[in-house]
Nanobody, 125 residues
Framework: QVQLVESGGGLVQAGGSLRLSCAAS????????MGWFRQAPGKEREFVAV????????NYADSVKGRFTISRDNAKNTVYLQMDSLKPEDTAVYYC??????????????????WGQGTQVTVSS
């Protein structure tokens, strides 16, 4: 059983940056694919980014490509989401997720087994 705890959310002005962190425990971190999803009010949870077990492969939603960067530190059991050039439409609860059978191409929430509680990101215009 993998437990995930996100941190780093908050309020930022448009054009600003935030760095989300997700600390994992209870499993072998390097054996799971890690990802980030987000959910805005009244909308479905959507894929943001995914990173392979070793960190060598990443994929992003088109809406964040070039602005967000996912990375992981397997020695620290932590995955990060660096968010730059933030826009008001990035406002959402951001969820960290882990998938024992996911791949670096996984984009469906059903591909992932474990979820954090989420952290709120609010971007003001």
């Amino acid at each position: 059983q993998v437990q995930l705890v996100e941190s780093g959310g908050g309020l930022v002005q448009a054009g600003g940056s935030l760095r989300l962190s997700c600390a994992a425990s209870g499993g072998t971190f390097s054996s799971v694919v890690m990802g980030w999803f987000r959910q805005a009010p009244g909308k479905e949870r959507e894929f943001v980014a995914v990173i392979s077990r070793g960190g060598g492969r990443t994929n992003y939603a088109d809406s964040v490509k070039g602005r967000f960067t996912i990375s992981r530190d397997n020695a620290k059991n932590t995955v990060y989401l660096q968010m730059d050039s933030l826009k008001p439409e990035d406002t959402a609860v951001y969820y960290c997720t882990a998938g024992a059978y996911a791949t670096a191409s996984s984009r469906r929430w059903g591909d992932f087994n474990y979820w954090g509680q989420g952290t709120q990101v609010t971007v003001s215009s």
